[in-house]
């Protein structure tokens, strides 16, 4: 039910948004594009799947460390489930499969997932923040927007790098959270101090996966910043690594299908002084094709890895 609510929500976003702009003139702005551009912005899509995917193999212990394919399979696969699942559940079957596979025991299987994506968090706002400090046009919004941004930076550096500010987190969370989620959030607490006890032990390699994050997403934006090149726009870098992670944010709302609609009005509102509403638009597809894209690309993968669970489910 909250899937098909999000998936009418999007549909109603989309539906206002195209009937607000002129949709001829969105066709148009495809037919007059860069083909060149066009090719290298979404051929991104490939390195960058594969450097995550070599991240995922890095995070996991040598000793039973994943095979390179077998990492660029489970993002291929957790990117179709997210798109199908509520909640980035796609990413906890990942963490399930590695578990059951036997690379990682326990729960290490989940901290190793709940790290992967507090780093691609922090990462974000990292580059955001850079965008939005240097960013020329700011008014109070802009300011409000900057101010947010620092701060969820801040604590989200200060949750990595200390478990007693991160204990203290969770148990103010836990007091006010609704009796339904309080289990989850106990259950989050519990992998986050297994990720502290696991990763600040080589202090080495923690700084080699965070900047292998921190490359990540501005390999993203860069892909953005392409696309608006596809589109035969200018676009100043400084400005997309300001507006393109807010839009992102944006789209990581719980209230539509796979961020779409949030993100496409967000790029349309956020992207005004550079781009016309059509164009926007236009960046918007593109930008949902980065999601797309990859979900394509993991469905040879999901029946097998399904089909592969259920099995150790039954042996076990």
């Given at each position: 039910m909250k899937k098909l609510i999000s998936i009418a929500v999007s549909l109603t976003i989309l539906i206002i948004i195209y009937w607000k702009i002129d949709f001829p003139k969105l066709i148009e702005v495809f037919q007059n594009s860069d083909k060149l551009w066009m090719a290298i912005s979404l051929g991104m899509v490939v390195p960058l799947t594969m450097l995550t995917a070599w991240r995922l193999q890095q995070l996991t212990p040598s000793r039973t460390r994943l095979g390179f394919g077998e990492a660029?399979?489970?993002?291929?696969?957790?990117?179709?489930?997210?798109?199908?699942?509520?909640?980035?559940?796609?990413?906890?079957?990942?963490?399930?499969?590695?578990?059951?596979?036997?690379?990682?025991?326990?729960?290490?299987?989940?901290?190793?997932?709940?790290?992967?994506?507090?780093?691609?968090?922090?990462?974000?706002?990292?580059?955001?923040?850079?965008?939005?400090?240097?960013?020329?046009?700011?008014?109070?919004?802009?300011?409000?927007?900057?101010?947010?941004?620092?701060?969820?930076?801040?604590?989200?550096?200060?949750?990595?790098?200390?478990?007693?500010?991160?204990?203290?987190?969770?148990?103010?969370?836990?007091?006010?959270?609704?009796?339904?989620?309080?289990?989850?959030?106990?259950?989050?607490?519990?992998?986050?101090?297994?990720?502290?006890?696991?990763?600040?032990?080589?202090k080495r390699h923690l700084l080699k996966i965070t900047l292998t994050s921190v490359i990540i997403w501005f390999g993203h934006l860069l892909q953005i910043w392409f696309f608006t090149l596809a589109l035969k726009q200018t676009v100043p870098f400084l400005a997309n690594l300001a507006l393109a992670p807010l839009a992102i944010l944006a789209g990581l709302l719980p209230l539509t299908f796979a961020g779409v609609g949030t993100r496409d009005a967000a790029l349309i509102a956020f992207y005004k002084p550079y781009l016309n509403a059509p164009t926007a638009a236009a960046l918007g597809l593109l930008c949902t094709s980065r999601y797309l894209l990859p979900a394509l690309g993991g469905l040879p993968f999901v029946g097998n890895y399904l089909t592969t669970i259920k099995k150790m489910r039954s042996q076990n």
């Open positions: 660029n399979r489970l993002i291929l696969t957790a990117s179709v489930l997210n798109m199908v699942l509520p909640s980035k559940m796609g990413d906890i079957v990942k963490a399930y499969f590695i578990k059951e596979k036997g690379h990682l025991e326990g729960s290490l299987s989940l901290s190793l997932v709940v790290f992967e994506k507090a780093c691609d968090m922090l990462s974000l706002l990292v580059w955001c923040a850079f965008g939005l400090t240097l960013y020329p046009q700011k008014d109070w919004l802009f300011s409000i927007m900057t101010a947010s941004v620092i701060s969820g930076l801040i604590i989200g550096l200060l949750l990595i790098a200390s478990r007693q500010f991160a204990n203290l987190i969770f148990q103010f969370t836990g007091r006010i959270a609704p009796q339904k989620i309080k289990s989850k959030i106990a259950k989050l607490r519990d992998s986050w101090s297994e990720m502290h006890k696991y990763f600040w032990r080589d």
